[in-house]
């Protein structure tokens, strides 16, 4: 079945530091790729997803490529702040199965 | 205009009793879901509904009962309530079939004394 590994966290950061999340997947069919964001206390929030291989979604300053060679799609920005401060999870949705599976989560810490 | 809306935020309750979730989406989507976060941020699916058909229905006990009287609304019922039911219970919408965008709505925080 289908599955997706995220790095434990909790990640913590000084402001303006550069972040990478790792995220692999298995999948049987040709999935689209996702990063969710959850901040403190609230519900999950679309960040960014791509469809097809080596396409690269973006949005605030957070980017993620897919690399079907090595079944990737590892989360990056370049100057965090203390308003990132959230879990991110990566998920996949395959072809035909209406349902999204979810990596496990990291808890990114930005300190000021 | 809230896209994904679930009624009650929070819902405390006592060990036995019956409860209901309610969820309504006004995206014009034709499928819709439940998942459960549990205490640790695991997510995983519960149901998948496709225009009030259900399509999915993961092991999940059979005291959780989802219904929909149409495609934009998603309750879920739970009978008999018991302290590991305590999670956080997300409803999420998208349209069309698998790879597609699924938007969720603010949860609804369940805990079971």
């Known amino acids: 079945g289908d599955s997706v590994t995220q790095m434990e966290g909790p990640v913590t950061l000084s402001e303006e530091a550069f972040l990478t999340i790792n995220c692999t997947y298995t999948a049987t069919g040709y999935p689209s790729l996702f990063w969710y964001v959850q901040y403190p206390g609230e519900g999950l929030q679309l960040l960014l997803k791509?469809?097809?291989?080596?396409d690269k979604g973006s949005n605030k300053g957070f980017e993620a490529t897919y690399r079907k060679e090595t079944t990737s799609f590892h989360l990056e920005k370049g100057s965090v702040q203390v308003s990132d401060s959230a879990v991110y999870f990566c998920?996949?949705?395959?072809?035909?199965?209406?349902?999204?599976?979810f990596g496990s989560g990291t808890r990114l810490q930005v300190q000021p | 205009d809230t896209a994904v809306s679930q009624t009650p935020k929070y819902l405390v309750t006592q060990m036995g009793n019956d409860k209901s979730i309610k969820c309504e989406q006004n995206l014009g989507h034709d499928t819709m879901y439940w998942y459960k976060q549990d205490s640790k941020k695991f997510l995983k699916i519960m149901f998948s509904?496709?225009?009030?058909?259900?399509?999915i229905n993961e092991t999940v006990p059979n005291r959780f009962s989802p219904k929909s009287p149409d495609k934009a609304h998603l309750n879920l019922h739970i009978n008999s309530l018991e302290l590991g039911d305590s999670a956080v219970y997300f409803c999420?919408?998208?349209?069309?079939?698998?790879?597609?965008?699924?938007?969720f709505g603010p949860g609804t925080r369940l805990l079971v004394l």
């Open positions: 791509a469809t097809k291989a080596d």
């Open positions: 998920a996949l949705s395959d072809t035909g199965r209406r349902a999204l599976t």
């Open positions: 999420a919408s998208s349209q069309g079939e698998g790879r597609e965008t699924q938007y």
């Open positions: 509904y496709n225009n009030k058909e259900l399509i």
